[in-house]
C-alpha cells in the first residue's frame, strides 16, 4: 500500500461532540468576520466528512467564507483539515526528496502535463499526478489522454506504487479515498455560487496535493482573457496564497504567472492536444509549450535541489525532451497504464498517421483571413468556448466529450498573412457549427496591418519561490548563504567552515522560516 489512513479517522468526532462545538455558532463566528480557530475549522471539516452536519450548514458556512475570508493561519488550517479528512500517500524511504507534482489553474490548449511529467520522470523524479477533467472553457488533463485507446486513469494505490517505481510518472483522477471533504466542498461551492473564493480554491487545490505527500509542487497561475483571472494582481494573490498554503504543509512550492490571452501551443481539443503533446516529446513542440515545460520542470528541479539554478533545470529539461528520454518514459507510461504494446509504438514513432489511432473528427472546415496583416491576437476564450458548445468539453461534471471534436492554428502570432490564407481547421462532429459560431470565430482574430511584424512576449510573466528562498553553496573552504524573497535576492553573508569540505559541494534548502543554525545542522 501507498496510502495510510490519516489521523482524520481517529479524530473524527461523534454527533455528540460536534453539537458540543455548535455548528451554528461557529457560522455565526465567520459571518460577523471572526478567525475561527485551528480547533473550530477542525470541528467543521470533520462534521462535513462524517456527514453530523446538515447541507444548508455546510452552506451557509461557505458563503461566510466567501463573504469574510480568512486569514493565512484560517486557510492553512482548513488546507490542512480537508487533506487529512481522507488517507495521505506515503513513499519508500529510497524516494525521498523526489516527489513532485504541478497544478495549473486552466487554460486554453494546456497539455503541459502530457510533456512536463515524463520530462520529469526522465530527469530521476518521481511524478504522482493525480489530475481533473475539463470544465467549461477549460480543457482537463484525464479528457486528453483517454482520447488515447486503452488508457486508464483509474489506478489503485498499488496500482500507482508499481508505475512510479518502473516509469517514474503516472497521470491518474483522484481516487475515492482522497481528501473525501473536498468532494463535498466542491460541489456545494457550485450550489452555492462560493466557487470563487480565494481560501475555498486554495484549500481545494493544495489539500489534493498535500495528499500525494510531495517534496516539491509548482503551480501555474495563468491570467488574461482566456484564464480564470482576467489581471495580474489577481491571480498573483491566487498564487501567493497557494505558495503561502503548500510551504505551511511542509511542501516546498513555487508559483509561475503565465500569460493566457491566446491558445497554448496550436492545437485546441483533446485528441489533437495529445497528437501536438507527442509531437512536443519528438522535439518538434512549439515554443509557447516548451517555454512552460521548462521553466515549470526547472523550478521542480532546482526545489529538490537537483540544480543549482533555474536556468540549468530548464536545460536539463530541455535536454531530457530532445534526447528523446521524456518520449520512451510517456510511451512506458502509456503502456503501465493500459495502452496496448503496439498502439504505444504506433503513437510514439518517428512517422505515424495518428489519426489511425486516435479518432478523427468526421467534418473539418477551414477559416481563411479577412485581410492582409500581422497575426496581433486569437481570443483563446472565445475558441474554448465555441469549441466546448460543440463537443469538446462539458457545462456540467460527469457529462460525455467528443475527442475528436477541436481545432488546429494555422498561422503564429506575429505572422504576416495575405488575404484569403488558411488560419484555422476546425475539426467537429455533431453539432455543426451554426453561423453565429462561425463569425464569432472569424472576429476572434485580430489582424494589423500598419505595423511590423510583432514581437513576441514571453508567457511567464513571474515566478514566485517559496516564501524564503535560502541557497548554501560551498566553494573552496567558503560557505555562500543567500536568501530570496519575493522580491528577489535581501543578502549575501559569508561564513569560513573548513569542516564542510566533505561535504557535497552544492546543496539547497526551500523553507519558510529557517535559521542558519538549522540549515548547518540538516
Not at 466528512?49 to 461557505?62: F, S, Y
Not at 487554460?107 to 481533473?132: E, F, N, R, T, Y
Not at 501567493?240 to 513555487?254: E, F, K, M
Amino acid at each position: 500500500m501507498i496510502t495510510h489512513g490519516s489521523m482524520a479517522h481517529d479524530r473524527l468526532q461523534t454527533p455528540d461532540q460536534v453539537n458540543m462545538l455548535s455548528i451554528p455558532d461557529l457560522i455565526k463566528k465567520k459571518r460577523d468576520g471572526e478567525t475561527l480557530s485551528d480547533e473550530e475549522i477542525r470541528t467543521f471539516i470533520n462534521a462535513v466528512t462524517n456527514q453530523t452536519i446538515q447541507e444548508c450548514q455546510t452552506g451557509a458556512m461557505l458563503m461566510a467564507i466567501w463573504q469574510k475570508g480568512m486569514v493565512v493561519t484560517e486557510t492553512k488550517t482548513l488546507t490542512r483539515e480537508m487533506m487529512l479528512s481522507g488517507e495521505v500517500m506515503s513513499w519508500p524511504k529510497e524516494w525521498a526528496g523526489l516527489l513532485v507534482d504541478k497544478h495549473s489553474t486552466g487554460g486554453v490548449g494546456d497539455k503541459i502535463s502530457l510533456v512536463l511529467a515524463p520530462a520529469l520522470a526522465a530527469c530521476g523524479c518521481k511524478v504522482p499526478m493525480i489530475s481533473g477533467r475539463g470544465l467549461a472553457h477549460t480543457g482537463g488533463t484525464l479528457d486528453k489522454l483517454e482520447s488515447i485507446p486503452g488508457f486508464n486513469i483509474h489506478q489503485s494505490a498499488e496500482q500507482i506504487q508499481r508505475i512510479l517505481g518502473s516509469v517514474g510518472c503516472c497521470i491518474v483522477g483522484q481516487t475515492e479515498r482522497l481528501v473525501p471533504a473536498d468532494r463535498v466542498l466542491y460541489a456545494l461551492r457550485d450550489a452555492t455560487s462560493t466557487v470563487d473564493s480565494l481560501p475555498l480554491i486554495t484549500g481545494s487545490i493544495i489539500s489534493k496535493k498535500g495528499a500525494e505527500s510531495l517534496t516539491a509542487l509548482v503551480l501555474d497561475v495563468k491570467f488574461g482573457k482566456a484564464a480564470l483571472y482576467k489581471d495580474l494582481e489577481s491571480a498573483k494573490q491566487l498564487a501567493q496564497s497557494l505558495v503561502s498554503a503548500g510551504n505551511g504543509l511542509g511542501i516546498r512550492t513555487g508559483a509561475v504567472l503565465s500569460r493566457m490571452d491566446a491558445t497554448i501551443g496550436r492545437c485546441v481539443g483533446n485528441s489533437l492536444e495529445v497528437m501536438e503533446s507527442l509531437e512536443t516529446l519528438k522535439g518538434n513542440g512549439p515554443e509557447d509549450v516548451m517555454e512552460l515545460v521548462t521553466t515549470l520542470g526547472g523550478l521542480l528541479l532546482m526545489m529538490t535541489s537537483s540544480v543549482s539554478d533555474l536556468s540549468e533545470g530548464r536545460k536539463q529539461i530541455r535536454d531530457a525532451v530532445t534526447s528523446g528520454a521524456a518520449l520512451l518514459k510517456f510511451q512506458a507510461m502509456m503502456e503501465n497504464q493500459g495502452v496496448a504494446t503496439e498502439t504505444c509504438r504506433s503513437l510514439c514513432s518517428a512517422h505515424t498517421d495518428y489519426f489511425s489511432v486516435l479518432r478523427k473528427a468526421r467534418h473539418q472546415i477551414e477559416l481563411t483571413t479577412p485581410g492582409d496583416g500581422v497575426v496581433m491576437d486569437v481570443d483563446g476564450f472565445v475558441l474554448a468556448e465555441i469549441l466546448q458548445k460543440l463537443g469538446a468539453g462539458r457545462s456540467k461534471a460527469g457529462e460525455p466529450v467528443n475527442h475528436s471534436v477541436g481545432a488546429e492554428l494555422l498561422v503564429s502570432l506575429g505572422q504576416r498573412v495575405e488575404k484569403g490564407a488558411p488560419w484555422l481547421r476546425l475539426h467537429y462532429e455533431d453539432p455543426t457549427p451554426t453561423p453565429d459560431q462561425m463569425s464569432r470565430l472569424q472576429k476572434a482574430l485580430t489582424l494589423e496591418t500598419n505595423t511590423h511584424k510583432l514581437h513576441k512576449h514571453s508567457l511567464v510573466e513571474e515566478v514566485l519561490l517559496p516564501q524564503e528562498y535560502f541557497c548554501f553553496k560551498y566553494q573552496e573552504g567558503f560557505l555562500t548563504y543567500t536568501a530570496f524573497s519575493h522580491q528577489g535576492a535581501t543578502g549575501m553573508f559569508w561564513f569560513h567552515f573548513g569542516e564542510l569540505a566533505c561535504r557535497p559541494s552544492l546543496f539547497i534548502v526551500f523553507a519558510k522560516t529557517v535559521t542558519l543554525s538549522k540549515v548547518l545542522i540538516k
